[in-house]
């Protein structure tokens, strides 16, 4: 079997030469950092599997894709680029990653926690302009972080906040249980948490899940931490309660559109801290991430 990397970029791009290993497929690598959708069938022709990063796969321009059987996602967000039912009538089977880059994320996650609950990002801004704003933060020993979804990040998540002495509560839309953390009804996770951290893959169930109703039971002036998908929340919703107060702070690494478009209304509030969906982006997800791929395309080439 034949593959290409489709958008490798430089960074990944040579990264992945460190982690291949003898006996793995051919793998082409195409540097480039944006694929347009219309460039599709001629960059894949003749491959048997694709590895891609963050390129768009519309179904009308992956059903030229002839001789394609595989798509190997680089991360849980396949959902985010393409459709794979979809895809499957095609033909063409998506494949995702899970677990790569848990810790690296829950680590962001908890620095997102910690920026918003001291106001550093707006301090920063203040002080870097020649001002001397000192904001009045948050104590988070002893308060409650919610989890909405419980995966393996956020059983990372609630690894690190236990050792910060907070109480770790949790819903999860299949029964689950682990050491040290409670798990609630939905009401009850939203009523509850100080901060909120969202921990959902998104789906058709998913999508919006967090909306103007849900925003409306949380906690007034909750922290919320978004390291998962943009579109779980709904947008407009949380925007407005960020400006009314009943979100204390908002900080996210995850937007319904991204990159975050010019003018985006997030980008203009003081009680939001912004990142640019980061929270894997380090050297030990990295190699985790592309010898995990691999090791798909050595499972399909039997």
């Known amino acids: 079997m034949r593959g290409i990397f489709l958008d490798a970029g430089s960074e990944l791009g040579d990264l992945f030469l460190t982690v291949r290993r003898a006996g793995d497929p051919e793998v082409a690598v195409n540097r480039a950092e944006d694929v347009a959708p219309e460039t599709l069938p001629a960059l894949?022709?003749?491959?048997?599997?694709?590895?891609?990063?963050?390129t768009p796969m519309p179904t009308a321009w992956m059903a030229r894709c002839t001789g394609l059987k595989h798509?190997?996602?680089?991360?849980?967000?396949?959902?985010?680029?393409?459709?794979?039912e979809?895809?499957?009538?095609?033909?063409?089977?998506?494949?995702?990653?899970?677990?790569?880059?848990?810790?690296?994320?829950?680590?962001?996650?908890?620095?997102?926690?910690?920026?918003?609950?001291?106001?550093?990002?707006?301090?920063?801004r203040g002080v870097r302009a020649g001002g001397w704003p000192r904001t009045e933060g948050m104590q988070l020993t002893g308060k409650t972080l919610g989890l909405l979804g419980f995966g393996g990040i956020a059983a990372e998540v609630a690894r690190i906040a236990h050792g910060s002495g907070m109480k770790v509560i949790a819903w999860n839309r299949t029964p689950k249980t682990a050491a040290g953390v409670t798990f609630v009804g939905l009401e009850d996770l939203l009523a509850q948490s100080h901060v909120l951290s969202v921990h959902l893959l998104l789906n058709d169930e998913t999508r919006g899940l967090l909306s103007a109703e849900r925003i409306a039971r949380l906690r007034p002036g909750v922290l919320l931490v978004n390291t998962a998908r943009g579109a779980v929340i709904d947008e407009a919703a949380m925007i407005a309660a960020l400006r009314s107060g009943q979100i204390g702070h908002a900080?996210?690494?995850?937007?319904?559109?991204?990159?975050?478009?010019?003018?985006?209304?997030?980008?203009?509030?003081?009680?939001?801290?912004?990142?640019?969906?980061?929270?894997?982006?380090?050297?030990?997800?990295?190699?985790?991430?592309?010898?995990?791929?691999?090791?798909?395309a050595v499972t399909l080439a039997g």
């Open 86 to 124: 979809e895809l499957a009538e095609l033909g063409i089977t998506v494949h995702i990653i899970r677990g790569y880059g848990d810790t690296a994320v829950a680590e962001h996650a908890i620095a997102l926690m910690w920026a918003a609950a001291r106001g550093l990002a707006a301090m920063d």
């Open 251 to 296: 900080a996210l690494d995850v937007f319904e559109t991204e990159p975050l478009p010019a003018g985006n209304a997030l980008a203009g509030l003081e009680n939001v801290t912004l990142s640019a969906h980061s929270a894997f982006r380090t050297p030990e997800a990295g190699e985790n991430l592309l010898r995990m791929a691999l090791d798909i």
């Open 71 to 84: 798509v190997i996602f680089l991360g849980t967000g396949a959902r985010s680029y393409m459709n794979p």
């Open 44 to 54: 894949l022709a003749g491959y048997d599997f694709v590895l891609n990063d963050h």
